[in-house]
């Protein structure tokens, strides 16, 4: 057996808003008169300045604005021996870069003057490795 809930709309909470009740002063602010130039005289309140606060004593600098800032100081000071550092490794590795490029050349220029050269071969002395004997890395002949 299926039971099948159909929800209940609630109706909505009616507030009623507190009505407002003036509230009589503590006590009765003077009522001042001023003449102006000209004879008129206007009555109204004396509106008293507004006081500053007074000035507190600034809290010490905490412990922890000492240790960011100081922070942040460490981490400019290294920031510039790292980009040295980073710069450094470019020109290294560079260096061995051209380094074996021209060993490549070098050992590769060598190589082409042995393959290309233009020496009589006649003129050496040929020798047959199969009848030759070697005993002690000397050649026995």
């Known amino acids: ?25 503590s006590t009765v602010p003077a009522v001042a008169s001023i003449v102006l130039p000209d004879g008129r005289v206007v ?14 004593a600034k809290p010490p600098v905490s412990r922890a ?15 510039g021996g790292l980009l040295m550092l980073t710069a450094f490794i470019a020109a290294l590795t560079a260096l061995i870069t051209q380094l074996i490029i ?15 050269s233009t020496t009589d071969r006649e003129s050496g002395t040929t020798v047959n490795i199969r009848k030759a004997i070697f005993k002690r890395n000397h050649f026995h002949g």
């Open 65 to 79: 604005a000492v240790n960011i800032a100081l922070g942040g100081v460490g981490f400019a000071a290294v920031s």
């Open 1 to 25: 057996m299926v039971d099948i809930h159909q929800p209940t709309p609630m109706p909505p909470a009616v507030t009623t808003p507190a009505p407002l009740v003036p509230a009589q002063p």
């Open 43 to 56: 009555t109204g309140y004396a509106i008293e300045p507004t006081k500053p606060e007074p000035v507190t």
């Open 102 to 116: 021209l060993a490549a050349v070098i050992f590769g220029g060598f190589i082409a003057l042995q393959v290309f």
